[in-house]
């Protein structure tokens, strides 16, 4: 990544022989919205140092104009975004990662989100499943076995508020079982998930919207604990009520109207959740787009950066 000074030199040098092999004067430089990502500032720079202006692109809004820009979506055409990922920089200044928007490659308007827990210790909680597990019993009015963390809990310092689907997968899998506390890659918890779910169970844990089409996900994680339910089944009803609750909030936003509803972000490489999330929407009557040359996590976030600025210039 960018944080390693090799990393960086070797991406400056490669960016600075490019713009000088085609002769590039004058540009304009996209950027993440996130104020301490280092790809940021070295955009910031990039451009200060020429003259050029930055453009500041919410993470979640990349994702949704990859996707809208891999289907040939034009400028002003909208769409209902249903964007699930593990970590992005939110508008309001919180951790997004379930958001529902809605908009084109020329703005959005965020119209729903996952309930906001708190993220115990803040990055910390990314490699370490049972913080978000005890975050999102706490939030849910149930029991948990770490004392320790509710502290770290109460903190608003130490636990940044999360929207992130990715950290709800977290907790999901360390509550069933199927997680270590601690993992090696952020994607490790969710894979074991729905990697552990029954393809053949048609149940679901109920996860309730509210009229702010908030997703509450406390029915699920209630039903997580059940020990009377076989693990495959509780993974799969977790994903299905899931999918469920995307899907009624995606109709209730969009209130009868029929635009096409967006899949992007890291979390829609789970083919459990893409399945029946499709399934559900298209029957609903929406058309379902999601990406397919573009990769649905980070590698497409460029492309939509840049499709979204060179919208916005038009």
Request: include cysteine.
């Amino acid at each position: 990544g960018l944080g390693d000074p090799e990393a960086e030199r070797a991406w400056r040098i490669e960016l600075n022989g490019l713009l000088g092999r085609n002769s590039v004067t004058r540009a304009v430089v996209a950027a993440d919205l996130h104020p301490g990502y280092r790809s940021r500032a070295l955009a910031e720079d990039l451009a200060s140092g020429r003259g050029w202006p930055v453009f500041l692109v919410q993470h979640h809004f990349a994702h949704f104009c990859a996707v809208l820009l891999e289907h040939g979506m034009r400028p002003g055409e909208e769409a209902l975004g249903l964007i699930l990922d593990g970590t992005g920089y939110g508008t309001d200044g919180t951790v997004w990662g379930c958001e529902i928007l809605e908009g084109s490659l020329l703005g959005f308007h965020r119209k729903g989100h996952l309930r906001k827990v708190p993220m115990p210790g803040g990055s910390a909680a990314v490699m370490e499943p049972r913080r978000m597990a005890a975050a999102h019993l706490a939030a849910a009015g149930l029991g948990h076995d770490w004392p320790e963390l509710d502290p770290v809990i109460r903190s608003g310092s130490l636990s940044p508020m999360t929207s992130s689907a990715g950290r709800l997968f977290d907790a999901a899998a360390y509550i069933l079982g199927v997680s270590p506390a601690r993992v090696t890659s952020q994607a490790e918890a969710a894979a074991l998930l729905e990697s552990a779910a029954d393809p053949s169970e048609k149940g679901r844990f109920e996860m309730e919207v509210d009229g702010n089409c908030v997703i509450d996900p406390s029915g699920a994680l209630r039903g997580l604990l059940d020990g009377r339910i076989t693990v495959a089944a509780r993974a799969a009803m977790f994903h299905n009520g899931l999918a469920r609750a995307l899907t009624d909030a995606a109709v209730r936003v969009l209130g009868g109207r029929r635009l096409p509803v967006v899949l992007a972000g890291g979390c829609w490489v789970n083919a459990v959740l893409l399945c029946a999330v499709k399934e559900m929407l298209s029957e609903e009557g929406l058309d379902v787009l999601h990406g397919r040359d573009l990769p649905p996590g980070d590698g497409a976030v460029a492309a939509g950066q840049a499709a979204s600025v060179a919208a916005n210039m038009i």
